[in-house]
């Protein structure tokens, strides 16, 4: 027997007591948490990859696993749309990044749990090179974060939009990173803008999904419906680019 307030209770008592109490959760669905282990366990693969990219050769190692619209399409290179995204040209590329991902990427890893913040980042990714593979030019090799760095900004907006805060400074930052994004030279405003729109319906599905025992199973079956339109875009653009790039 255990010692309570009144009385005792027998250990199956106390076990059953304790199972019955609901584990904290976000509004999201998330588990509550503290940290930012998803966030800097995410820094901490880029800039290792950046380290081999430095050694091997940048140049190198985007040629081989960059997202690269003719490899994809003619030589059924998928993984590029995904590895592109752990990629980057320079350090500068890097830094500015991996600065953006450690600020925006906590607060939002507070909100949505461990495991959401990283499907939000993946598909976001994804999206950002999608909409590169699908607008830019065949030869065009494409590599960055900054597709999965726009999806955590218009999750930003739409995560605050239902908690009803100020997004006023997230909409600021999105609108100067998307002039910058059109003036400067190199910048693949294409997978910006992807991963903007993709972050935003990820975070809207994430927040639409109704509280409770089916919370999840809406979110996961939202997000799957959200990669097979990506994939099917995907599977569009590689017919379309299959037909202009002579085979054999």
Not at 67 to 91: C, I, K, Q
């Amino acid at each position: 027997m255990n010692a309570a307030p009144v009385g005792f209770q027998c250990p199956e008592c106390v076990a059953a007591g304790q199972a019955a109490v609901r584990e904290p959760r976000t509004v999201f669905g998330g588990r509550l948490t503290s940290s930012s282990t998803v966030t800097i366990t995410l820094i901490g693969i880029c800039v290792a990859i950046f380290v081999v990219q430095s050694l091997v050769g940048v140049n190198s190692v985007a040629s081989n696993w960059g997202m690269w619209p003719a490899a994809v399409a003619v030589n059924d290179e998928w993984y590029r749309l995904l590895t592109s995204v752990f990629l980057h040209g320079s350090w500068l590329h890097l830094a500015f990044n991996m600065y953006v991902l450690y600020v925006l990427g906590p607060p939002l890893e507070r909100l949505l749990g461990h495991v959401r913040f990283l499907a939000l980042f993946l598909i976001a990714g994804l999206g950002g090179a999608v909409a590169s593979f699908s607008f830019s030019t065949i030869n065009t090799v494409s590599v960055g974060a900054s597709g999965a760095i726009f999806g955590l900004m218009g999750a930003l907006v739409v995560a605050g939009r239902h908690l009803r805060a100020d997004i006023t400074q997230v909409l600021i930052l999105i609108g100067i990173n998307v002039v910058i994004g059109f003036i400067a030279p190199g910048v693949d405003w294409r997978a910006h803008l992807g991963g903007l729109l993709v972050g935003g319906a990820v975070a809207f599905v994430f927040s639409k999904a109704p509280r409770g025992s089916s919370q999840t199973l809406v979110q996961v079956i939202g997000c799957a419906v959200i990669v097979l339109v990506l994939a099917g875009i995907a599977v569009y653009r590689a017919e379309q680019i299959s037909q202009l790039v002579p085979v054999g």
